[in-house]
């Protein structure tokens, strides 16, 4: 089975077939939607899911213009939302260069096939310091170590490195380029990872295997581990027990899943009644 | 490179390698290649180091998107940012939402300091129900009208969505709809009807930060456009526009697109000649010709790449006989007709079907090469099809807007055992939906014992357990495997009913799916499009939940989920997904209504056009409360529609739809006949008689046909 022609990898998709080549298979080859329950406490998930969304909305539209004062008059019924937005406000954008964008997608190339990264702000200084922010509203601070080979610190400091010449002003070199990640729901703290020409050409290479074993596959086995199967809503497909425990849920991966619940108006069309 | 150079003729070459600050015009039939030039002119932007977020590609539909996503995805591509693909609807939308909290006040919505509602075609019509049952009830509103409910509701959709596309207010759509067509005082108040309801609704929407289309393209239009920081970012990311089937596009997108073509640095504009089928959309080809004057160099693309030789004749003759100037024939368009008159229906369609088979099997065509195409696909003609190719083998697709969400079977079983676990609704459904539940949703169950199952055990609005069976021998006739997973699902729905902790519906819908039938030995089990379907109607209860819950604010809270079940059962016409309409499309032979088949803007090798004698292929929808013509730009203040203009529409109609249709099919065109409809009437509609009117004047010689 072929990736559709308009395919691009994200760290999502990456992180799928890490975890499961099974889920890749259904999820992006066969495009197969599956309305199973992620977790057990649906209305829970959903309501976190969606104040996640809102406030990366509300960091983008301050961003394009919107007074800071103005978005905060309509956060008055949200106690939780408005602390992460002031901790955002006056924690996460502490120190970056000046020339900010939200919400921007760069593409590159990579053995053969397109690589995406969707950024939730860049700021970069010309001949400067180029940092990701990526903002969290998980309350757990995940390991250093676990953050660091997280598939999304991989690829969207490569994809930043090898495709953002163009807002840059011209090839970023690697060692201004760094990745934060800021907690907002744990007062702010931020993680940061710097990043090198070694790591860089590391990950090229681990992108690449991970790229080149999904061109190559012929089959897409489920996983072994059956742990990784809680929270995957293909599970009835795959015959893989219940639905996992909200608590457990790690809200850091679906964050970065804009399309998660949202209802996708450019996939209606017009119709004639 | 990103671009070869070879590739093109002088004139397409002309369009992709324009310089970066030029704007270009460019027209041509359809399948001349105007696309491809589109695509290329994209990339080689982004060769000459454009950055690729300041290159905005415009549509007047999402699906036209397709051959510029798989372009811009391809592996030797560009590294870089992301150019932006839009339609007018997804634009404004985007803009509305981002800019919200500096426009809601002047825009009149009541409550600016809240979040807004953006309403789908499917709330749309059932915000509109609650909005006018009242009215129909208490004013009598409409009473001399025929149509179902839903249709009333989404014809007041459309007007308010043609006012916002052409650009008049709303307080005009019922004088427009008088002056032109009111032909006394009944019609008249319908129109009058009309209007206060349009009216009705947005001071609803406007009430409770509601935006249907129509509203968020006005706001956009009035507001956001007038904005300093959306000026600001649409200048920055519209500095390079490539603009495809302009003409199938609306006035709103003209004027805006005259706006950016003012400030813009370069430009491609894509005009489709003697298309425009949109019209009941809001298309409107005349008005799109306008742009021309803002574009520094015209280009036209004369000829097909892909119809043959035969295939152009066909099309010159069908558009002659249809009053476009007569071209000089190359060939013999006979060639490109295969035909056989067939006295009843059936016949008609195991005709077609033996031609795609042998079409398959002896001349090697692939399935997605072919497209079966009616002016309306009826389930009996879709199933019968469907039947039929699946007997010879052949997978098929169909796609089919405009229908109602309990149409699906995936979606009615699930609708219906829903309505078994909710008893305090009071809507048990009759056993014969009942049936249809039980063999959608068991694997092996097929309509006699499923019917059976029914008759022995749901009464009273319940289902009851297998073993309340009492004869030995029809437990066995139901055999023991089934009967463990009819109880199975019967224990899950009474254990739901037993907690008595009501669920929101789409939850309920994939609990119920997630499960029980997703698993092993239920319907749903590993099937893609009761996948599709089930998470299709979650999506649709969601969002009706997630829009009431808001409305709670303003209004009184309602039982949402009996809310939704009774909207479905009005006939609510679904969202139409384009996902499902562009996935897999390999290997599987196309069923499809006619405009339906014209939105994927694709080409095949051949065309099954069935039910030749229909009037449908001509005549536009049955439309008592709304007008494409009469709302558009182009209509005069004052003119009245006549008999005159509707039979010169048709001819128009079936014109542009031939000219599409064949300008999209390499080989031939089967036409499918018999003298009996579905229905059992002999139709005899302008199609048919332009195919023998055109035949009759070609020049007496051995016929193909």
Redesign the interface.
């Given at each position: 089975m072929k990736l559709s022609?308009?395919?691009?990898f994200t760290q999502g998709s990456l992180g799928d077939y890490a975890d499961c080549p099974r889920r890749f298979e259904l999820r992006y080859l066969?495009?197969?939607?599956?309305?199973?329950?992620e977790v057990r406490q649906?209305?829970d998930y959903e309501a976190r899911i969606r104040k996640g969304q809102r406030f990366h909305?509300l960091l983008?539209?301050h961003l394009?213009?919107?007074p800071a004062d103005?978005?905060a008059?309509?956060l008055?019924d949200d106690d939780e939302l408005r602390a992460w937005w002031e901790i955002a406000l006056s924690k996460g954008l502490d120190g970056l260069p000046r020339e900010r964008r939200a919400e921007?997608?760069?593409?590159?190339?990579l053995a053969?096939?397109?690589l995406?990264a969707k950024y939730d702000l860049l700021a970069l200084e010309p001949g400067g310091e180029a940092v990701i922010i990526d903002w969290k509203t998980g309350a757990r601070l995940p390991l250093r170590k676990a953050l660091a080979n997280r598939m999304q610190t991989v690829v969207y400091r490569y994809v930043l490195a090898?495709?953002g010449?163009?807002?840059y002003g011209g090839p970023i070199p690697p060692e201004r380029i760094r990745m934060d990640y800021v907690y907002v729901a744990a007062g702010g703290a931020r993680l940061s990872f710097p990043y090198s020409a070694a790591q860089m050409e590391a990950d090229e290479t681990r992108l690449t295997d991970m790229v080149g074993a999904i061109d190559a596959a012929a089959e897409f086995p489920l996983t072994e581990d059956e742990r990784r199967c809680r929270f995957c809503?293909y599970?009835?497909?795959c015959?893989r027990g219940?639905?996992g425990d909200f608590n457990d849920f790690d809200f850091d991966d679906a964050e970065e899943d804009e399309d998660a619940?949202a209802?996708d108006?450019?996939?209606?069309?017009?119709?004639?009644? | 490179m990103l671009v070869p150079n070879s590739s093109f003729s002088a004139e397409q070459a002309a369009g992709v390698f324009a310089a970066a600050d030029e704007k270009v015009w460019l027209e041509g039939p359809a399948g001349s290649g105007k696309t491809s030039v589109g695509v290329a002119r994209v990339l080689r932007l982004l060769e000459f180091g454009v950055p690729a977020e300041s290159i905005l590609i415009f549509l007047p539909q999402r699906s036209l998107a397709q051959p510029y996503l798989e372009a811009l995805r391809a592996p030797s591509g560009y590294h870089g940012g992301q150019v932006a693909i839009h339609t007018l609807g997804s634009l404004s939308l985007r803009m509305v939402e981002t800019f919200w909290f500096l426009i809601a006040e002047e825009a009149g919505f009541k409550h600016p300091q809240d979040l807004p509602t953006f309403l789908s075609l499917e709330m749309a019509q059932y915000m509109m129900s609650r909005v006018i049952e009242p009215l129909l009830d208490q004013r009598d509103y409409f009473h001399s009208v025929r149509i179902e409910r839903a249709r009333l509701y989404s014809q007041i959709v459309d007007n308010m969505n043609k006012a916002a596309l052409v650009g008049f207010p709303i307080s005009e759509i019922g004088a427009r709809l008088k002056s032109a067509l009111a032909a006394g005082p009944e019609q008249a108040h319908i129109f009058d009807d009309a209007q206060a309801c349009a009216q009705a609704f947005r001071e609803h929407c406007l009430a409770r930060n509601l935006l249907d289309f129509s509203l968020y393209v006005e706001v956009f239009k009035q507001q956001i456009m007038g904005l300093p920081q959306a000026r600001a970012y649409l200048r920055s990311r519209c500095r390079h526009l490539i603009v495809d089937n302009v003409e199938e596009d609306n006035p709103a997108s003209h004027r805006f697109l005259a706006h950016l073509l003012e400030t813009c640095q370069s430009a491609l504009i894509i005009c489709d000649r003697d298309a425009g089928f949109r019209r009941f959309l809001g298309a409107d080809p005349q008005n799109a010709r306008r742009l021309r004057r803002f574009c520094d160099v015209s280009l036209e693309l004369k000829d097909s790449v892909v119809m043959g030789a035969e295939m152009q004749a066909l099309s010159n003759a069908l558009a002659a006989q249809l009053g476009a100037a007569a071209e000089a024939q190359q060939a013999d368009p006979r060639l490109a007709i295969i035909s056989e008159a067939h006295r009843y229906h059936p016949q008609m369609v195991d005709w077609v079907a033996d031609q795609v088979s042998r079409l398959i099997a002896e001349e090697g065509v692939a399935p997605e090469q072919i497209a079966l195409l009616a002016p309306f696909l009826s389930d009996a003609l879709r199933f019968g099809l469907a039947e039929a190719l699946d007997k010879r083998g052949i997978a098929a697709r169909s796609h089919r807007p405009s229908r109602a969400l309990r149409d699906e079977p995936a979606a009615r079983a699930l609708l219906a055992l829903a309505r078994i676990a909710h008893p305090h609704w009071r809507l048990a459904p009759p056993g014969m939906d009942i049936a249809f539940a039980l063999m959608t949703a068991i694997d092996g169950l097929d309509l006699v014992r499923a019917a059976l199952l029914t008759e022995m055990l749901y009464r009273g609005g319940k289902l009851h357990p297998f073993a309340d069976i009492q004869s030995a021998a029809m437990q066995d006739r139901i055999t023991f495997e089934l009967g463990q997973r009819y109880d199975a699902l019967y224990t899950w729905i009474q254990r739901y009913i037993d907690a008595k902790q009501t669920l929101a519906l789409d939850i309920f819908f994939r609990r119920l799916f997630g499960e029980v039938l997703s698993r092993v030995g239920f319907g749903f089990h590993r099937d893609v499009d009761a996948g599709n379907i089930s998470m299709n109607l979650v999506d649709s209860a969601r969002g009706f939940r997630w829009s009431l819950e808001f409305m709670s604010r303003y209004d009184e809270p309602v039982d949402l989920g009996l809310e939704y079940v009774k909207m479905v059962d009005r006939g609510l016409i679904a969202n139409f997904y384009l996902r499902d309409w562009l996935a897999d499309s390999d290997g599987a032979a196309l069923i499809a209504p006619a405009y339906t088949f014209l939105l994927s803007n694709r080409a095949v090798d051949y065309q099954f056009w069935l039910n030749i004698g229909s009037d449908g292929w001509s005549r536009r929808l049955y439309q008592p409360l709304t007008h494409p013509h009469v709302l558009s730009l182009q209509w005069p203040a004052g003119a009245v529609w006549t008999d005159d203009d509707e039979r010169e529409l048709d001819r128009r109609t079936l014109r542009s739809l031939l000219l599409a249709l064949t300008r999209r099919c390499r080989r031939a065109v089967y036409l499918g006949y018999s003298e009996l409809s579905e229905s059992g009437y002999e139709g005899r509609g302008l199609l048919l008689e332009t195919l023998q009117a055109a035949l009759r004047r070609l020049p007496r010689e051995e016929a193909h046909v």
């Amino acid at each position: 089975m072929k990736l559709s022609a308009d395919f691009a990898f994200t760290q999502g998709s990456l992180g799928d077939y890490a975890d499961c080549p099974r889920r890749f298979e259904l999820r992006y080859l066969r495009r197969m939607r599956y309305p199973a329950l992620e977790v057990r406490q649906a209305l829970d998930y959903e309501a976190r899911i969606r104040k996640g969304q809102r406030f990366h909305k509300l960091l983008q539209q301050h961003l394009l213009g919107v007074p800071a004062d103005l978005l905060a008059r309509s956060l008055a019924d949200d106690d939780e939302l408005r602390a992460w937005w002031e901790i955002a406000l006056s924690k996460g954008l502490d120190g970056l260069p000046r020339e900010r964008r939200a919400e921007t997608t760069l593409e590159s190339s990579l053995a053969g096939q397109r690589l995406l990264a969707k950024y939730d702000l860049l700021a970069l200084e010309p001949g400067g310091e180029a940092v990701i922010i990526d903002w969290k509203t998980g309350a757990r601070l995940p390991l250093r170590k676990a953050l660091a080979n997280r598939m999304q610190t991989v690829v969207y400091r490569y994809v930043l490195a090898s495709a953002g010449a163009q807002i840059y002003g011209g090839p970023i070199p690697p060692e201004r380029i760094r990745m934060d990640y800021v907690y907002v729901a744990a007062g702010g703290a931020r993680l940061s990872f710097p990043y090198s020409a070694a790591q860089m050409e590391a990950d090229e290479t681990r992108l690449t295997d991970m790229v080149g074993a999904i061109d190559a596959a012929a089959e897409f086995p489920l996983t072994e581990d059956e742990r990784r199967c809680r929270f995957c809503n293909y599970r009835s497909y795959c015959d893989r027990g219940e639905a996992g425990d909200f608590n457990d849920f790690d809200f850091d991966d679906a964050e970065e899943d804009e399309d998660a619940l949202a209802l996708d108006f450019d996939q209606i069309a017009e119709i004639e009644f | 490179m990103l671009v070869p150079n070879s590739s093109f003729s002088a004139e397409q070459a002309a369009g992709v390698f324009a310089a970066a600050d030029e704007k270009v015009w460019l027209e041509g039939p359809a399948g001349s290649g105007k696309t491809s030039v589109g695509v290329a002119r994209v990339l080689r932007l982004l060769e000459f180091g454009v950055p690729a977020e300041s290159i905005l590609i415009f549509l007047p539909q999402r699906s036209l998107a397709q051959p510029y996503l798989e372009a811009l995805r391809a592996p030797s591509g560009y590294h870089g940012g992301q150019v932006a693909i839009h339609t007018l609807g997804s634009l404004s939308l985007r803009m509305v939402e981002t800019f919200w909290f500096l426009i809601a006040e002047e825009a009149g919505f009541k409550h600016p300091q809240d979040l807004p509602t953006f309403l789908s075609l499917e709330m749309a019509q059932y915000m509109m129900s609650r909005v006018i049952e009242p009215l129909l009830d208490q004013r009598d509103y409409f009473h001399s009208v025929r149509i179902e409910r839903a249709r009333l509701y989404s014809q007041i959709v459309d007007n308010m969505n043609k006012a916002a596309l052409v650009g008049f207010p709303i307080s005009e759509i019922g004088a427009r709809l008088k002056s032109a067509l009111a032909a006394g005082p009944e019609q008249a108040h319908i129109f009058d009807d009309a209007q206060a309801c349009a009216q009705a609704f947005r001071e609803h929407c406007l009430a409770r930060n509601l935006l249907d289309f129509s509203l968020y393209v006005e706001v956009f239009k009035q507001q956001i456009m007038g904005l300093p920081q959306a000026r600001a970012y649409l200048r920055s990311r519209c500095r390079h526009l490539i603009v495809d089937n302009v003409e199938e596009d609306n006035p709103a997108s003209h004027r805006f697109l005259a706006h950016l073509l003012e400030t813009c640095q370069s430009a491609l504009i894509i005009c489709d000649r003697d298309a425009g089928f949109r019209r009941f959309l809001g298309a409107d080809p005349q008005n799109a010709r306008r742009l021309r004057r803002f574009c520094d160099v015209s280009l036209e693309l004369k000829d097909s790449v892909v119809m043959g030789a035969e295939m152009q004749a066909l099309s010159n003759a069908l558009a002659a006989q249809l009053g476009a100037a007569a071209e000089a024939q190359q060939a013999d368009p006979r060639l490109a007709i295969i035909s056989e008159a067939h006295r009843y229906h059936p016949q008609m369609v195991d005709w077609v079907a033996d031609q795609v088979s042998r079409l398959i099997a002896e001349e090697g065509v692939a399935p997605e090469q072919i497209a079966l195409l009616a002016p309306f696909l009826s389930d009996a003609l879709r199933f019968g099809l469907a039947e039929a190719l699946d007997k010879r083998g052949i997978a098929a697709r169909s796609h089919r807007p405009s229908r109602a969400l309990r149409d699906e079977p995936a979606a009615r079983a699930l609708l219906a055992l829903a309505r078994i676990a909710h008893p305090h609704w009071r809507l048990a459904p009759p056993g014969m939906d009942i049936a249809f539940a039980l063999m959608t949703a068991i694997d092996g169950l097929d309509l006699v014992r499923a019917a059976l199952l029914t008759e022995m055990l749901y009464r009273g609005g319940k289902l009851h357990p297998f073993a309340d069976i009492q004869s030995a021998a029809m437990q066995d006739r139901i055999t023991f495997e089934l009967g463990q997973r009819y109880d199975a699902l019967y224990t899950w729905i009474q254990r739901y009913i037993d907690a008595k902790q009501t669920l929101a519906l789409d939850i309920f819908f994939r609990r119920l799916f997630g499960e029980v039938l997703s698993r092993v030995g239920f319907g749903f089990h590993r099937d893609v499009d009761a996948g599709n379907i089930s998470m299709n109607l979650v999506d649709s209860a969601r969002g009706f939940r997630w829009s009431l819950e808001f409305m709670s604010r303003y209004d009184e809270p309602v039982d949402l989920g009996l809310e939704y079940v009774k909207m479905v059962d009005r006939g609510l016409i679904a969202n139409f997904y384009l996902r499902d309409w562009l996935a897999d499309s390999d290997g599987a032979a196309l069923i499809a209504p006619a405009y339906t088949f014209l939105l994927s803007n694709r080409a095949v090798d051949y065309q099954f056009w069935l039910n030749i004698g229909s009037d449908g292929w001509s005549r536009r929808l049955y439309q008592p409360l709304t007008h494409p013509h009469v709302l558009s730009l182009q209509w005069p203040a004052g003119a009245v529609w006549t008999d005159d203009d509707e039979r010169e529409l048709d001819r128009r109609t079936l014109r542009s739809l031939l000219l599409a249709l064949t300008r999209r099919c390499r080989r031939a065109v089967y036409l499918g006949y018999s003298e009996l409809s579905e229905s059992g009437y002999e139709g005899r509609g302008l199609l048919l008689e332009t195919l023998q009117a055109a035949l009759r004047r070609l020049p007496r010689e051995e016929a193909h046909v």
